[in-house]
C-alpha cells in the first residue's frame, strides 16, 4: 500500500515562500498523475496543482501563477514551489494521485500571516 509523507510547511509572513516536497512509497509512483490539495479549517479539499507523469503542470486559477509544481520519479517525490504567499493559502496541504486516491498522509500545515 502505498505511503505518502508531506513535509516543508511552516509559518510564513505573507509575500513569503515556502517548498513542500511529498515522497511516496511503492514503486507505481511515476506513472501516475500527482496532485497537491489543501484543506483550510471549514473547507473541503480542493485540489490546487497536480503533473502529469511526463512533468506537465495544471494550477488552479487562484494559485497559478505563484506555485509551481514538479516532481522526481527517480526519488518518488512531487513538489510544491509556493511564492507570494497570501493568508489566504493557510491550509494543511496534502499529496495525492489526481484520481482515485491513495490513503491520505498526515499533511503539512502552511500558515501565512497578514
Known amino acids: 500500500q502505498v505511503q505518502l509523507v508531506e513535509s516543508g510547511g511552516g509559518l510564513v509572513q505573507a509575500g513569503g515562500s515556502l517548498r513542500l516536497s511529498c515522497v511516496a512509497s511503492g514503486s507505481i509512483f511515476s506513472s501516475n498523475i500527482m496532485a497537491w490539495y489543501r484543506q483550510a479549517p471549514g473547507k473541503q479539499r480542493e485540489l490546487v496543482a497536480r503533473?502529469?507523469?511526463?512533468?506537465?503542470?495544471n494550477y488552479e486559477v487562484s494559485v497559478k501563477g505563484r506555485f509551481t509544481i514538479s516532481r522526481d520519479n527517480a526519488k518518488n517525490t512531487v513538489y510544491l514551489q509556493m511564492n507570494s504567499l497570501k493568508p489566504e493559502d493557510t491550509a494543511v496541504y496534502y499529496c495525492?494521485?489526481?484520481?482515485?486516491?491513495?490513503?491520505w498522509g498526515q499533511g503539512t500545515q502552511v500558515t501565512v500571516s497578514s
Open positions: 503533473i502529469t507523469s511526463y512533468g506537465t503542470p
Open positions: 495525492n494521485r489526481a484520481f482515485a486516491v491513495w490513503p
